[in-house]
């Protein structure tokens, strides 16, 4: 079955930098648009990057434009996401998904595969 596991989540000063990856199993992996989602407590999932099936196509949030940046390598079946310039507003727990189709998606009724998450705390 489909498996998304995220890993590289963790406490970070305001600032810095991390790099989550997302390893995916159990499908043919370029075939698939993936994204990242992100949900802090007490508010909705919300879209942060996407990236189509084949990396030549991306999409941001406004909000992580130019700080973030989604990549992914179909040889190893795993997609990354570069968080730069981190800010507390960042924090949240950030989620990996795959989408049933080759073509970038933003809203997440459009994915059908979601991992389990991974932490990201930004301290002031």
């Known amino acids: 079955q489909v498996q998304l596991v995220e890993s590289g989540g963790g406490l970070v000063q305001a600032g810095g930098s991390l790099r989550l990856s997302c390893a995916a199993s159990g499908y043919t992996f370029s075939s698939y648009a993936m994204g990242w989602f992100r949900q802090a407590p007490g508010k909705e999932r919300e879209f942060v990057a996407a990236?189509?099936?084949?990396?030549?196509?991306?999409v941001y949030a406004d909000s992580v434009k130019g700080r973030f940046t989604i990549s992914r390598d179909n040889a190893k079946n795993t997609m990354y996401l570069q968080v730069n310039s981190l800010k507390p507003e960042d924090t949240a727990d950030y989620y990996c998904a795959a989408r049933r189709a080759r073509y970038l998606g933003l809203d997440v009724n459009e994915y059908a595969y979601w991992g389990q998450g991974t932490q990201v705390t930004v301290s002031s």
């Open positions: 990236i189509n099936w084949s990396g030549g196509a991306t």
